[in-house]
């Protein structure tokens, strides 16, 4: 019989071999696993004390005193994406994001129109071509209280909405 197949009888004087045994490395990789599910709770606690809501950047932007819009003015804001007109019954600003896929629409003699698709839309924003589903919103224009005209590109307002000083 071979004596080195039967386990039950094994040489207590034989050295083990050098290193972890395996008894040794599951008692070490529970604790492992023991201090990572700790962190892991202890990140999630700190995460639960913060609020989940982002809030948006403020779409409020000054444009400037009323007189730097006589009647007549249209002026293109481009960092802001918005045109602004004065006519002789107030001022008003309408949105320049294409409402079909939002490229930004050019001012033509008859209104506006959008370079991506063909989107047209008369002076009033309103669509007479194109793919566009929606007119180009009208936004609320008031005055700050140190006297500059202001634009909420985040508050739509009725078309033909002007805002006298
Ligand atoms: S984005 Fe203006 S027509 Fe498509």
Sequence with gaps: MNNNACCAHKDPHKKEPEGVSRRDFLGLAGIGVAIA??????????????ATVHY???????IGMPA???VGTIKK???KKVFVFADTEGLYAISCICTHLGC???PTEWGFQC???????????????GPAPRP????EVSLHEDGNLVVDAAKEVKKGTKFTV
């Design 37 to 50: 599910a700790s962190f892991t709770a202890i990140a999630g606690i700190f995460r639960m004390t913060k």
């Design 56 to 62: 948006e950047e403020s779409r409020k932007f000054k």
């Design 68 to 70: 730097e819009f006589p």
């Design 77 to 79: 804001l481009d960092d």
């Design 104 to 106: 930004i629409v050019s």
């Design 115 to 129: 370079p991506c698709h063909g989107s047209k839309y008369n002076k009033d924003g309103k669509v007479i071509g």
């Design 136 to 139: 180009l919103p009208w936004l």
